[in-house]
């Protein structure tokens, strides 16, 4: 019933830039967060960023902090994760998501519906 679809993952270099995007439904028109989180082989998935979409405040994990920027596109329901300075510890899928309430007060998401995650892979 809700439905996030998410493009522009790929492989890069290290040091390279990659904008990653995500198309929402209306069904997240009621949506109170909406955000990033990505996992890796070997790893737990890890909160990269979020934002609130009233109150516009901005998120972000300590690894990603200053390199990657999340912003919306109110008229196409879009959310994009801009990504610069890449570093090989960032390849992951990358997965879309939003909540329809408050995130926590560091930013993570709760009671998150989540897309189906696009690959970003980093060369060095």
């Known amino acids: 019933q809700v439905h996030l679809v998410e493009s522009g993952g790929g492989l890069v270099q290290a040091g390279g830039s990659l904008r990653i995007s995500c198309a929402a439904s209306?069904?997240?028109?009621?949506?109170?967060?909406m955000g990033w989180y990505r996992h890796a082989p070997g790893k737990d998935r890890e909160f990269v960023a979020s934002?609130?979409?009233?109150?516009?405040?901005?998120y972000y994990g300590d690894s990603v902090k200053g390199r990657f920027t999340i912003s919306r596109d109110n008229v196409s329901n879009m959310i994009h994760l801009q990504m610069n300075s890449l570093k090989p510890e960032d390849t992951a899928v990358y997965y879309c998501a939003f909540s329809y309430i408050a995130p926590e007060n560091n930013g993570r998401l709760r009671s998150v519906y989540w897309g189906q995650g696009t690959q970003v892979t980093v060369s060095s």
């Open positions: 934002l609130t979409l009233a109150v516009d405040l901005t």
């Open positions: 209306e069904r997240t028109f009621g949506a109170y967060t």
